[in-house]
């Protein structure tokens, strides 16, 4: 039975990459790029629900599968999971929340000046002590990782950088959309009746762990794991304890 994994954003396939080289020893393991990231680019206007219309074609020969989704792909796996209630053997949610809210503080010029020097000296030289220390700590890095590992630091510089340059500003405003109008599936959660893995990090401040939490209280048959002294990119920070608890879980419900 394959794992649908779907990226967040900025994101791509790729990103999915901590997560897929794991699974894929089990599992077969379906990665795309959402439509307006990664290599799936477009310049024509879309709304979220072409998302899932691009998913339902991903996935229309599968009569069962799992899916696994990091923040915004968090978001459309539960979608999917209201879609197609007998084809979803269930759901792994990253850093997600069905009510997403975050905690980000504004950001001000010298966050995106330091950002962009330090992502760009560790696109050249990745993981650079002397870069994560001086710059990345007080970079905008600094919401996204609490553990300032150099495993981290080499993902941001292979994946996290490209995925940012190649996401369209049409998936921007797709999702700038959304959010606007408030998106709240909190109430239809208990319609969802598989097996649920939900995972968090404590220090999130993108989609914080107290609206993963709520999520997860609000799925009928749900696992929660929430980890201390981790941020959004959490899967970055301790790579192999989530991996295990991933693989971990899904073994328990076959």
Not at 202 to 213: G, K, M, N, V
Not at 236 to 254: C, F, H, K, M
């Given at each position: 039975?394959?794992?649908?994994?779907?990226?967040?954003?900025?994101?791509?396939?790729?990103?999915?990459?901590?997560?897929?080289?794991?699974?894929s020893?089990?599992?077969?393991?379906?990665?795309?790029d959402l439509?307006?990231?990664g290599?799936?680019?477009t310049?024509?206007?879309?709304?979220?629900?072409?998302?899932?219309?691009?998913?339902?074609?991903?996935?229309?020969?599968?009569?069962?599968?799992?899916?696994?989704?990091?923040?915004?792909?968090?978001?459309?796996?539960?979608?999917?999971?209201?879609?197609?209630?007998?084809?979803?053997?269930?759901?792994?949610?990253?850093?997600?929340?069905?009510?997403?809210?975050?905690?980000?503080?504004?950001?001000?010029?010298?966050?995106?000046?330091?950002?962009?020097?330090?992502?760009?000296?560790?696109?050249?030289?990745?993981?650079?002590h002397?870069?994560?220390?001086?710059?990345?700590?007080?970079?905008?890095?600094?919401?996204?990782?609490?553990?300032?590992?150099?495993?981290?630091?080499?993902?941001?510089?292979?994946?996290?950088?490209?995925?940012?340059?190649?996401?369209?500003?049409?998936?921007?405003?797709?999702?700038?959309?959304?959010?606007?109008?408030?998106?709240?599936?909190?109430?239809?959660?208990?319609?969802?009746?598989?097996?649920?893995?939900?995972?968090?990090?404590?220090?999130?401040?993108?989609?914080?762990?107290?609206?993963?939490?709520?999520?997860?209280?609000?799925?009928?048959?749900?696992?929660?794991?929430?980890?201390?002294?981790?941020?959004?990119?959490?899967p970055?920070?301790?790579?192999?304890?989530?991996?295990?608890?991933?693989?971990?879980?899904?073994?328990?419900?076959?």
């Open positions: 039975m394959p794992v649908l994994c779907l990226h967040g954003h900025p994101g791509s396939s790729q990103s999915m990459g901590v997560f897929t080289t794991a699974l020893e089990s599992y077969r393991t379906i990665a795309p439509r307006g990231y290599r799936s680019q310049r024509q206007a879309f709304n979220m629900l072409a998302h899932l219309e691009d998913l339902d074609r991903v996935v229309q020969q599968e009569e069962e599968f799992w899916i696994l989704g990091w923040s915004l792909g968090g978001i459309l796996a539960m979608e999917m999971a209201l879609r197609h209630p007998h084809r979803v053997r269930g759901l792994i949610l990253i850093a997600t929340a069905a009510k997403p809210r975050g905690s980000h503080p504004p950001v001000t010029w010298q966050d995106n000046l330091l950002t962009g020097f330090a992502g760009i000296i560790n696109c050249i030289r990745p993981a650079w002397w870069n994560i220390e001086y710059l990345g700590k007080r970079s905008l890095f600094r919401y996204l990782i609490q553990q300032h590992t150099p495993f981290a630091y080499r993902r941001l510089a292979r994946e996290g950088t490209t995925a940012y340059l190649q996401t369209s500003r049409v998936a921007t405003q797709a999702l700038y959309n959304a959010i606007r109008q408030g998106y709240n599936r909190l109430p239809d959660l208990e319609t969802i009746q598989v097996p649920c893995l939900v995972l968090c990090g404590e220090q999130d401040r993108h989609i914080t762990a107290q609206a993963s939490i709520e999520t997860a209280r609000c799925l009928p048959t749900c696992d929660l794991r929430v980890y201390p002294d981790t941020a959004h990119l959490f970055w920070e301790i790579p192999a304890q989530v991996q295990q608890d991933i693989l971990g879980w899904i073994t328990q419900q076959n």
